[in-house]
C-alpha cells in the first residue's frame, strides 16, 4: 500500500530477524527472570531453547496401584495422604516430611529431606499423584524425593514420559522443564520445516517432533520425535560430506608414477618383510599416487598392524619423484615416534625428514621453516605446528594424517591447503576398526584399506576379567613385574574423584598405589595436565624412569613401550569395546609375556557379555561388530565412539538410526546434486549449520 500523496517508501535494507533468534526476553517476554536463568545454561535464544533437548527420559505415565509397587525401580502412583508429619533436623540431619499414602490395594509413605515448600504444599486427604524412585522400608514401599502434583491436573513432572534435562548449579528439573515449556508454547509456531513432505516421508514435521522430544504426550510419541531429530542431524552431516565431496570434483593433485623396480627398491629397504595386507595397501596406494585425482584413502588397521610402513613407502615414493610429503599426529610424543621409526628409513632412500613440534625453540622452527619453503627437507613430520602459517612449503603433494579422528575438518583441510602445485593426495590412518554398515554410510567419500594381519613377533596378549576383589593379588603381580624390569599400565575412567560417579580416579588411584607400593616409581598423566608435562612423564615412562604409569585414555593411541608387560583397566565396563582394544595393545609390543586385566565389580549382563567380547577376541574388526550390535539402542541420546562423528541426538548402535543413515546420505545427494551452494534452500542451509557436528578437540583424558 502507497502513503496518501508519495510514492512506496523504499524497502527496508535491515534483513529481517529470525523471531528463533531473538534475545529470549523480547521473544518470550513471559518468561521474566527465567531468560537469566535459562541464560546460565548457554540458552539466549528460542532456537536454542528448542534444541536444548533432554539427556534421558522417566517413564511415569503408568499409574499403578500402590499394592503393586516394585522396589528398586521408577513409578508413578494415585494415593491419598492419610497423614504428614515432620521430623525436625539436629546436627547435620536435615529436616524430614514424611507422607503416609494409601489406596484400595495398600499403603506407602514418600520422605523428603530438607525440603520445607513440601510441608506447605501438601495436606492430609488430598489426592496426588506421586512419581519417583521406589525402595522399601521394612515391608512397606517408600518413595524417596518423589515430585508430586494433585491428581486430575495436568503436570510436566508426573504421570507422564518427563524429560530430565542437563542442569547447572542452582537451576532444578522442575524450574527448566517449566520454562523450556513456556518458549516451546511461544515459539514453535515459528519453527519452518526445512524439508518438504516427500522429502521426510513418513518422519513427523519438525514442529511437532520438537514438542513430543521435550514433552512427549504418550510413551509412543518419543520414537518418532527422536527419529526426526536425528535424521536431521545426520542430513547436516551428510550433506556438509556431500558439499565436499562436490568441491572436491574439479581439484588436480600432482601425478606421481611409480614404476615397478622403483617399488621393488622402496620395499627392499624395509627392515621387514611386509604381510600380505601391507603390500596390497602400498599397491592402492602407488596407484592413487599416479592419478591426477587426489587421493582420499582411509588406511585402517588393527593395534600393530603396521600402518607406519605403508605410510613410509608412500611418503618415500612421493620425494623420490620430486615432491614433498607432511605427516601430521595428535600428540608430540606421537609425532616424535614416527619420526624415529620413519627417518632412517627415509635417510636410507636419501630422503631428509625433519621434526617440528610447538616446543621446539624460536631457532630451530626458523631454520625449519626455510628448509621447507626451499624445499631442502622432503618430509615433515610433526604436530598441529605442521600447519602453522609459518610453515610454507615448496612442492608438498602428500599429506599423511595419523589417527585421524583426533583432528577436526578445518585442521585436516588446512594441511591439504598447504599444496603449492594442486592438491595434495591425503592419506589418513586410524586404528579404530570401523563397522562394514558405518564405513558404507560415513566414510563412502574414502577409499579404505584395511590391515587385518599383524606383522610376525607380536606377542599375544593374554586377557583376565577380574574383580576388586582380586587387587591384592593384582597388585603383588606387578610388583613382580617390575622387580623383573618390566613396566606397567593403570587406566582409569575419571581425572578426580566423583560424588555422581562411583569409578576410580587417576590422581587417587596413584596416591593408593604409592602407599600401596612404596618401593616402585609411580607415574600419572590425563588429560587436563598441561601438554608439556604430560608429554615428559611419557618420555619418562618410555625411558623406563616410572615402573607404573597410572592414566586416562589419553595413552589409547600411539604409546610405543615395548617394555610394558601389564595393561590393568579399572572399571572396564565403563570403556568402549574398541578403546579396551586400543588400550590392550598398548602392552605386548616387545620380546615379553604380556597382561590385560579388566578390572569389573559389574553385576549388569550385557556389560560382562561386552567384557567377555574383549577377552575372547583380539580381532579388532570382530569387536567393532560386536560393540555394535550389543550397544543396540543403548544410550540414544549423546552416544559418542572414538573415530566416528559426534552426534548429539543420533545413535550409531541403533539399528533403526542406521537406516536413516542411508536414507540421509540419499537425499543429500540429490539435494546437492540439483543445488551445491543450497543458496534455493536456505532453511537446509541453517539445518546444515544447527545440526552438523563441530570439530571437537580432546585429548582423550
Same mark, same amino acid.
Given at each position: 500500500?502507497?502513503? $496518501? *500523496?508519495? =510514492?512506496?517508501?523504499?524497502?527496508?535494507? /535491515?534483513?529481517? %530477524?529470525?523471531? @528463533?533468534?531473538?534475545? #529470549?526476553?523480547?521473544?518470550?517476554?513471559?518468561?521474566?527472570?527465567?531468560?537469566?536463568?535459562?541464560?546460565?545454561?548457554?540458552?539466549?535464544?528460542?532456537?536454542?531453547?528448542?534444541?536444548?533437548?533432554?539427556?534421558?527420559?522417566?517413564?511415569?505415565?503408568?499409574?499403578?496401584?500402590?499394592?503393586?509397587?516394585?522396589?528398586?525401580?521408577?513409578?508413578?502412583?494415585?494415593?491419598?495422604?492419610?497423614?504428614?508429619?515432620?521430623?525436625?533436623?539436629?546436627?547435620?540431619?536435615?529436616?524430614?516430611?514424611?507422607?503416609?499414602?494409601?489406596?484400595?490395594?495398600?499403603?506407602?509413605?514418600?520422605?523428603?529431606?530438607?525440603?520445607?515448600?513440601?510441608?506447605?504444599?501438601?495436606?492430609?486427604?488430598?489426592?496426588?499423584?506421586?512419581?519417583?524412585?521406589?525402595?522399601?522400608?521394612?515391608?512397606?514401599?517408600?518413595?524417596?524425593?518423589?515430585?508430586?502434583?494433585? $491428581? *486430575?491436573? =495436568?503436570?510436566?513432572?508426573?504421570?507422564? /514420559?518427563?524429560? %530430565?534435562?542437563? @542442569?547447572?548449579?542452582? #537451576?532444578?528439573?522442575?524450574?527448566?522443564?517449566?520454562?523450556?515449556?513456556?518458549?516451546?508454547?511461544?515459539?514453535?509456531?515459528?519453527?519452518?520445516?526445512?524439508?518438504?513432505?516427500?522429502?521426510?516421508?513418513?518422519?513427523?514435521?519438525?514442529?511437532?517432533?520438537?514438542?513430543?522430544?521435550?514433552?512427549?504426550?504418550?510413551?509412543?510419541?518419543?520414537?518418532?520425535?527422536?527419529?526426526?531429530?536425528?535424521?536431521?542431524?545426520?542430513?547436516?552431516?551428510?550433506?556438509?560430506?556431500?558439499?565436499?565431496?562436490?568441491?572436491?570434483?574439479?581439484?588436480?593433485?600432482?601425478?606421481?608414477?611409480?614404476?615397478?623396480?622403483?617399488?621393488?627398491?622402496?620395499?627392499?629397504?624395509?627392515?621387514?618383510?611386509?604381510?600380505?595386507?601391507?603390500?596390497?595397501?602400498?599397491?592402492?596406494?602407488?596407484?592413487?599416487?599416479?592419478?591426477?585425482?587426489?587421493?582420499?584413502?582411509?588406511?585402517?588397521?588393527?593395534?600393530?598392524?603396521?600402518?607406519?610402513?605403508?605410510?613410509?613407502?608412500?611418503?618415500?615414493?612421493?620425494?623420490?619423484?620430486?615432491?614433498?610429503?607432511?605427516?601430521?599426529?595428535?600428540?608430540?610424543?606421537?609425532?616424535?615416534?614416527?619420526?624415529?621409526?620413519?627417518?632412517?628409513?627415509?635417510?636410507?632412500?636419501?630422503?631428509?625428514?625433519?621434526?617440528?613440534?610447538?616446543?621446539?625453540?624460536?631457532?630451530?622452527?626458523?631454520?625449519?621453516?626455510?628448509?621447507?619453503?626451499?624445499?631442502?627437507?622432503?618430509?615433515?613430520?610433526?604436530?598441529?605446528?605442521?600447519?602453522?602459517?609459518?610453515?610454507?612449503?615448496?612442492?608438498?603433494?602428500?599429506?599423511?594424517?595419523?589417527?585421524?579422528?583426533?583432528?577436526?575438518?578445518?585442521?585436516?583441510?588446512?594441511?591439504?591447503?598447504?599444496?603449492?602445485?594442486?592438491?595434495?593426495?591425503?592419506?589418513?590412518?586410524?586404528?579404530?576398526?570401523?563397522?562394514?554398515?558405518?564405513?558404507?554410510?560415513?566414510?563412502?567419500?574414502?577409499?579404505?584399506?584395511?590391515?587385518?594381519?599383524?606383522?610376525?613377533?607380536?606377542?599375544?596378549?593374554?586377557?583376565?576379567?577380574?574383580?576388586?576383589?582380586?587387587?591384592?593379588?593384582?597388585?603383588?603381580?606387578?610388583?613382580?613385574?617390575?622387580?623383573?624390569?618390566?613396566?606397567?599400565?593403570?587406566?582409569?575412567?575419571?581425572?578426580?574423584?566423583?560424588?555422581?560417579?562411583?569409578?576410580?580416579?587417576?590422581?587417587?588411584?596413584?596416591?593408593?598405589?604409592?602407599?600401596?607400593?612404596?618401593?616402585?616409581?609411580?607415574?600419572?598423566?590425563?588429560?587436563?595436565?598441561?601438554?608439556?608435562?604430560?608429554?615428559?612423564?611419557?618420555?619418562?615412562?618410555?625411558?623406563?624412569?616410572?615402573?607404573?604409569?597410572?592414566?586416562?585414555?589419553?595413552?589409547?593411541?600411539?604409546?610405543?613401550?615395548?617394555?610394558?608387560?601389564?595393561?590393568?583397566?579399572?572399571?572396564?565396563?565403563?570403556?568402549?569395546?574398541?578403546?579396551?582394544?586400543?588400550?590392550?595393545?598398548?602392552?605386548?609390543?616387545?620380546?615379553?609375556?604380556?597382561?590385560?586385566?579388566?578390572?569389573?565389580?559389574?553385576?549388569?549382563?550385557?556389560?560382562?557379555?561386552?567384557?567377555?567380547?574383549?577377552?575372547?577376541?583380539?580381532?579388532?574388526?570382530?569387536?567393532?561388530?560386536?560393540?555394535?550390535?550389543?550397544?543396540?539402542?543403548?544410550?540414544?541420546?549423546?552416544?559418542?565412539?572414538?573415530?566416528?562423528?559426534?552426534?548429539?541426538?543420533?545413535?550409531?548402535?541403533?539399528?533403526?538410526?542406521?537406516?536413516?543413515?542411508?536414507?540421509?546420505?540419499?537425499?543429500?545427494?540429490?539435494?546437492?546434486?540439483?543445488?551445491?551452494?543450497?543458496?534455493?534452500?536456505?532453511?537446509?542451509?541453517?539445518?546444515?549449520?544447527?545440526?552438523?557436528?563441530?570439530?571437537?578437540?580432546?585429548?582423550?583424558?
Amino acid at each position: 500500500m502507497q502513503r $496518501a *500523496g508519495g =510514492a512506496a517508501p523504499p524497502p527496508s535494507s /535491515v534483513p529481517e %530477524v529470525d523471531p @528463533l533468534d531473538l534475545p #529470549l526476553r523480547r521473544a518470550v517476554p513471559e518468561l521474566g527472570r527465567g531468560a537469566a536463568a535459562l541464560a546460565q545454561l548457554g540458552i539466549v535464544t528460542p532456537r536454542q531453547a528448542l534444541f536444548y533437548l533432554p539427556f534421558r527420559y522417566d517413564d511415569f505415565s503408568e499409574l499403578r496401584p500402590l499394592g503393586e509397587l516394585v522396589p528398586d525401580e521408577k513409578q508413578s502412583a494415585r494415593a491419598r495422604v492419610t497423614e504428614l508429619h515432620i521430623e525436625p533436623g539436629f546436627g547435620r540431619r536435615p529436616q524430614r516430611v514424611v507422607a503416609e499414602l494409601a489406596d484400595d490395594t495398600g499403603s506407602a509413605e514418600a520422605v523428603w529431606f530438607g525440603r520445607r515448600f513440601v510441608e506447605r504444599r501438601l495436606h492430609r486427604g488430598d489426592e496426588i499423584v506421586v512419581s519417583g524412585k521406589v525402595g522399601m522400608r521394612g515391608w512397606r514401599p517408600q518413595f524417596t524425593s518423589p515430585d508430586f502434583s494433585p $491428581a *486430575g491436573s =495436568a503436570s510436566l513432572h508426573t504421570g507422564r /514420559v518427563v524429560p %530430565v534435562y542437563r @542442569l547447572t548449579a542452582g #537451576l532444578t528439573q522442575h524450574r527448566v522443564r517449566e520454562l523450556l515449556a513456556r518458549v516451546l508454547q511461544r515459539s514453535l509456531r515459528d519453527v519452518h520445516d526445512p524439508l518438504r513432505p516427500r522429502e521426510r516421508g513418513d518422519l513427523p514435521p519438525l514442529g511437532r517432533a520438537l514438542r513430543m522430544a521435550h514433552f512427549p504426550a504418550e510413551p509412543a510419541d518419543l520414537a518418532p520425535a527422536l527419529d526426526r531429530l536425528a535424521h536431521d542431524e545426520l542430513l547436516a552431516l551428510q550433506l556438509v560430506l556431500a558439499q565436499a565431496r562436490d568441491a572436491r570434483a574439479g581439484l588436480v593433485a600432482p601425478r606421481m608414477e611409480v614404476d615397478a623396480t622403483e617399488l621393488a627398491t622402496l620395499v627392499a629397504a624395509l627392515p621387514f618383510t611386509l604381510t600380505a595386507d601391507q603390500r596390497q595397501a602400498v599397491d592402492e596406494v602407488i596407484a592413487d599416487l599416479g592419478s591426477a585425482v587426489p587421493m582420499r584413502r582411509l588406511l585402517q588397521g588393527d593395534v600393530g598392524s603396521g600402518k607406519t610402513a605403508v605410510a613410509a613407502v608412500a611418503l618415500a615414493a612421493a620425494c623420490r619423484s620430486g615432491w614433498q610429503g607432511a605427516l601430521m599426529a595428535p600428540t608430540e610424543i606421537l609425532a616424535r615416534q614416527h619420526f624415529v621409526s620413519i627417518s632412517p628409513l627415509l635417510g636410507a632412500l636419501g630422503v631428509r625428514a625433519e621434526f617440528l613440534s610447538g616446543s621446539l625453540s624460536p631457532v630451530r622452527k626458523r631454520q625449519i621453516h626455510a628448509a621447507i619453503e626451499a624445499g631442502e627437507i622432503e618430509v615433515l613430520i610433526g604436530t598441529h605446528a605442521v600447519i602453522s602459517q609459518a610453515v610454507v612449503f615448496r612442492r608438498l603433494a602428500l599429506a599423511v594424517v595419523d589417527e585421524q579422528h583426533r583432528f577436526g575438518v578445518e585442521q585436516r583441510a588446512a594441511l591439504q591447503a598447504k599444496g603449492e602445485a594442486g592438491e595434495p593426495h591425503l592419506l589418513a590412518l586410524t586404528a579404530t576398526p570401523i563397522p562394514r554398515t558405518l564405513a558404507l554410510t560415513f566414510y563412502a567419500d574414502l577409499a579404505i584399506s584395511t590391515l587385518r594381519q599383524l606383522p610376525p613377533g607380536r606377542q599375544p596378549v593374554r586377557t583376565e576379567i577380574r574383580d576388586r576383589a582380586g587387587l591384592p593379588r593384582i597388585e603383588s603381580f606387578i610388583a613382580a613385574e617390575a622387580a623383573a624390569g618390566r613396566q606397567t599400565f593403570v587406566v582409569v575412567p575419571l581425572v578426580v574423584e566423583s560424588e555422581a560417579l562411583t569409578a576410580a580416579s587417576a590422581e587417587a588411584e596413584a596416591e593408593r598405589l604409592r602407599a600401596g607400593l612404596p618401593g616402585l616409581r609411580i607415574g600419572i598423566v590425563h588429560g587436563q595436565q598441561k601438554a608439556d608435562l604430560r608429554d615428559a612423564t611419557m618420555a619418562r615412562f618410555a625411558a623406563r624412569e616410572i615402573d607404573v604409569l597410572v592414566a586416562t585414555t589419553v595413552v589409547e593411541v600411539g604409546i610405543d613401550i615395548p617394555n610394558a608387560s601389564v595393561m590393568l583397566i579399572e572399571d572396564a565396563e565403563r570403556f568402549g569395546l574398541a578403546q579396551l582394544h586400543q588400550l590392550r595393545g598398548r602392552v605386548g609390543r616387545g620380546p615379553h609375556r604380556s597382561y590385560c586385566i579388566l578390572l569389573s565389580d559389574a553385576a549388569d549382563p550385557v556389560a560382562r557379555e561386552r567384557l567377555d567380547v574383549v577377552r575372547a577376541s583380539t580381532d579388532g574388526f570382530e569387536i567393532a561388530e560386536a560393540d555394535l550390535r550389543l550397544r543396540g539402542a543403548g544410550n540414544l541420546l549423546g552416544t559418542r565412539q572414538s573415530g566416528l562423528p559426534p552426534l548429539r541426538v543420533a545413535s550409531l548402535f541403533e539399528p533403526r538410526h542406521m537406516k536413516l543413515a542411508e536414507r540421509a546420505r540419499s537425499l543429500a545427494e540429490a539435494l546437492v546434486g540439483k543445488d551445491p551452494s543450497l543458496a534455493s534452500r536456505p532453511d537446509l542451509i541453517r539445518l546444515r549449520d544447527d545440526f552438523a557436528p563441530r570439530d571437537e578437540e580432546t585429548d582423550g583424558g
